[in-house]
């Protein structure tokens, strides 16, 4: 593998989502899992990076994620193209994009997202949404 390794996720960037709660009747107590929406988009990840990476990465690495969220429909024209390019500072926060990128990443870009000693989360608008991933291996 080389030091480092850049993909695309197309799509809107997606934000790891509260671990869901509930009571297991057939159990007779409360249970914790993980929403479905973040299982399917770890899954996402895996798959796309999975052909990249011949094995798990040992060591420190750093982690860039730069997500590009497309305008909404109803902006006019004018809006759109101030927008191209700008810094996106509403929801979802950056430190949740990153979540996901890493959970979806272990086991395939590293054994452990406790490896990951450098991130960098980058939000802004663009014309096409798409989340940039690039993993690095941090030489020592």
Sequence with gaps: ??????????????????ARSGF????????????PANEKFEGTVGSIAAGLFSAPLDGPVSVT??????????W??????????QPHTQKPDGDNLLKA?????????????AQ???????????ERAETRVTVERIMQ
């Excluded at 990128?101 to 997202?113: F, V």
């Design 65 to 74: 994620v730069e997500a590009v969220f497309c305008p909404a429909p109803s």
């Design 76 to 85: 006019s024209k004018k809006r759109r193209a101030e927008a191209m390019g």
């Design 1 to 18: 593998m080389d030091r480092r390794v850049t993909f695309i996720i197309p799509g809107a960037p997606f934000a790891k989502q509260r």
């Design 116 to 126: 990951v000693s450098d991130s960098r989360v980058m939000k802004r608008w663009g």
């Design 24 to 35: 297991n009747k057939r159990l007779g107590r409360a249970i914790t899992f993980n929403a």
């Design 101 to 113: 990128i890493k959970d979806g990443l272990n086991r395939i870009a590293w054994s452990d997202d």
